[in-house]
C-alpha cells in the first residue's frame, strides 16, 4: 500500500479580460511544489477567453472541476472589464466550489468575490489603484490596500500581479513549509518571503541616479539579525546620516528600518520553528530578540498564534 499523498487539486477560474500573466502564475508556482498540487484551468462555460492583450486563451476544462477543487484561484482583469454585478454564468461557476474549499483571488479578481458575498465581514485586499472604488461598492468588507496578500483563513486576497505569486508560495508554505516553498522560489527564481503586510505601493523603488542603495546594508544585516541591529549602526555601516539612510531604505523598501528588522526575524524564526526543535529562547536568541517573551509577543501580533502552536502545524505538515 502507496503512503503517497493524492495532489490537491487547484481549480484556476479565466473570467473574461483575464490578464496572461496573472493566470500562468498559479500553475508555474503550485506545478513546481513537487507533484503537491494539481493545477487545472477552466472558464464558466469551457470555451476560449479573452484576454486584456491581443490573444484568447482555450482551456481544456469547463466549469465542472469547481465541483471537485480543493482550492480555486480566481484570476485579474483590468478595471473596465469588472463587470458591475455578477453575469448568471460566474454566479453559478462560483455556487460549484465546495464549502469547505479554499477560495484564493489575484488583484481585482477580489472584486469578483466581493460581488458574490464571499468576502463581507472579512479582511481582504485588492490593487491599491482600485481600493477607492472597492471601498465605494463594499463597504461590508475590511479592506487594507496597503499590504500584499491577507489570509483570512479560507479565504485569500492579494494585491496586484507579483503579488499573485507571494500569495501562491505562502499556500505552498502554509501547507508544506518552509523548505518546499523555498525550493520553489528557486526553481522559479522568485523571492522566497515577503510578508504580506509588506507595503503594496513603493514610492522610490529605484534609487535615483547617482544615489547610494541601502541593499548592501541589508544584505549585511540579514547576516547578523543575532546582534542588534540599531538605526546608528545600520546607518553607520551605509556611510549615511541617520536621515538619509531612514529615508532612502524606506523608499526603496517600503517600510522602516525597524520594520522590517522585525519582519526578517519573525521570518527566520519561522523558519527555526518549523525546520528544528531548538527552545523558544534559544531561537528568540538566534534571531535577535531579546527574550522568548518578545518573539512570542511579535509573532502573535504577526500571525496570530503563539511559537508552539505554530510549531506544532508545521510538525504535522512535515
Known amino acids: 500500500m502507496s503512503g503517497k499523498q493524492e495532489p490537491e487539486r487547484v481549480?484556476?477560474?479565466?473570467?473574461?479580460?483575464?490578464?496572461?500573466?496573472?493566470?500562468?502564475?498559479?500553475?508555474?508556482?503550485?506545478?513546481?511544489?513537487?507533484?503537491?498540487?494539481?493545477?487545472?484551468?477552466c472558464t464558466v462555460d469551457g470555451r476560449p477567453v479573452r484576454t486584456n492583450a491581443d490573444f484568447t486563451i482555450g482551456v481544456a476544462h469547463g466549469p465542472e472541476i469547481l465541483d471537485t477543487a480543493d482550492t480555486v484561484v480566481v484570476t485579474s482583469m483590468p478595471p473596465d472589464y469588472i463587470p458591475p454585478w455578477l453575469p448568471d454564468e460566474v454566479t453559478a461557476a462560483l455556487a460549484r466550489i465546495r464549502p469547505d474549499a479554499r477560495i484564493v483571488s489575484i488583484c481585482t479578481a477580489a472584486f469578483i468575490l466581493a460581488e458574490a458575498g464571499l468576502l463581507d465581514g472579512r479582511k481582504a485586499t485588492t490593487h491599491w489603484q482600485a481600493a477607492d472604488e472597492f471601498r465605494c461598492r463594499y463597504p461590508k468588507v475590511e479592506l487594507d490596500p496597503d499590504v500584499l496578500f491577507v489570509d483570512d483563513g479560507r479565504i485569500l486576497t492579494s494585491a496586484g500581479a507579483a503579488s499573485g505569486v507571494d500569495i501562491c508560495l505562502h499556500i505552498v508554505r502554509t501547507d508544506h513549509g518552509s523548505d518546499l516553498a523555498n525550493t520553489?522560489?528557486?526553481?522559479?527564481?522568485?523571492?522566497?518571503?515577503?510578508?504580506?503586510?509588506?507595503?503594496?505601493?513603493?514610492?522610490?523603488?529605484v534609487p535615483v541616479s547617482g544615489a547610494a542603495s541601502t541593499a548592501a546594508t541589508r544584505a549585511w544585516a540579514l547576516e547578523r539579525l543575532d546582534e542588534p541591529l540599531t538605526l546608528s549602526v545600520l546607518a553607520g555601516h551605509a556611510r549615511m546620516s541617520l536621515r538619509t539612510f531612514a529615508r532612502r531604505f524606506n523608499d526603496e523598501v517600503g517600510l522602516s528600518p525597524g520594520r522590517w528588522l522585525i519582519q526578517q526575524r519573525l521570518a527566520r524564526a519561522r523558519h527555526l520553528l518549523e525546520s528544528s526543535d531548538l527552545p523558544v529562547d534559544r531561537i528568540a536568541a538566534e534571531v535577535g530578540f531579546a527574550t522568548g517573551a518578545s518573539l512570542r509577543q511579535h509573532l502573535q501580533a504577526a500571525i496570530g498564534v503563539s511559537p508552539q502552536a505554530y510549531r506544532r502545524t508545521f510538525q504535522k505538515a512535515r
Open 11 to 41: 481549480a484556476v477560474l479565466a473570467l473574461d479580460g483575464v490578464y496572461p500573466f496573472e493566470l500562468g502564475i498559479p500553475s508555474r508556482i503550485l506545478g513546481a511544489a513537487d507533484g503537491r498540487y494539481e493545477v487545472l484551468t
Open 184 to 205: 520553489v522560489a528557486r526553481r522559479c527564481v522568485v523571492p522566497p518571503f515577503r510578508d504580506g503586510g509588506q507595503a503594496q505601493y513603493i514610492e522610490q523603488p
